[in-house]
């Protein structure tokens, strides 16, 4: 079967598909005997149909890519069964020497639990493998070699005006619209003409 142009994106994901068809179809799953590198072609494939808003691939997949990018590169190779608490503690040292901050490092250790009770939902792994991942607590703030992010502060009024001149009237407006609501920009993007109510007083309502 033809996967589109040798070494793109779309071709490399497809393969990745039939694999994970393939897998699915003949893969010993009964057993437990698949590999962390099957499980990630398994676990793509579905978080790709599930991971979807407005019909495009959320952020979600993007961060899953890079995660299981890294898992397979150390512990591709084993079984499911045998990924525990000491292999899970190195997949976050890795995190850490690839200068991820701590608050990513446990966000990603919370998708690989997610990821291997997926797993177990589907027969792929004992739950036993599931009930020793619980057991590798987060990294605690200065408790580790983790590097902890930098405070998101607001921007001042002053910096906002003086941005809007250089916006298109479109954008610009949005900005003013994310500032009077308390709105994030994917919020003040997805809204419709259908959502909104043009009262006849002049007031717009937006639900």
Request: hydrophobic content about 35%.
């Amino acid at each position: 079967e033809y996967l589109g142009e040798y070494g793109s994106h779309e071709s490399r994901d497809r393969y990745d598909d039939l694999i994970a068809e393939w897998l699915v179809t003949n893969g010993d799953a009964s057993r437990h005997t698949l590999r962390v590198d099957d499980l990630a072609l398994l676990y793509m494939k579905y978080a790709k149909t599930y991971y979807v808003k407005n019909g495009e691939e959320t952020s979600e997949i993007h961060k899953l890519r890079s995660l299981l990018r890294l898992v397979v590169k150390s512990h591709g190779r084993i079984r499911i069964r045998e990924f525990g608490p000491t292999a899970l503690r190195e997949v976050r040292d890795a995190m850490i020497e690839s200068g991820w901050l701590r608050r990513t490092v446990n966000e990603n250790i919370h998708r690989i639990r997610r990821i291997f009770r997926w797993a177990v939902s589907r027969e792929l792994a004992p739950v036993s493998v599931v009930q020793t991942l619980e057991t590798v607590e987060g990294l605690k703030r200065g408790r580790s070699s983790a590097k902890e992010s930098t405070p998101v502060l607001p921007i001042d009024d002053s910096v906002v005006e003086a941005t809007l001149p250089f916006l298109t009237d479109v954008v610009a407006d949005m900005v003013r619209l994310q500032r009077l609501g308390g709105m994030r920009p994917g919020e003040c993007c997805s809204i419709r003409p259908c959502d909104v109510t043009f009262g006849t007083d002049g007031v717009w309502a937006y639900r």
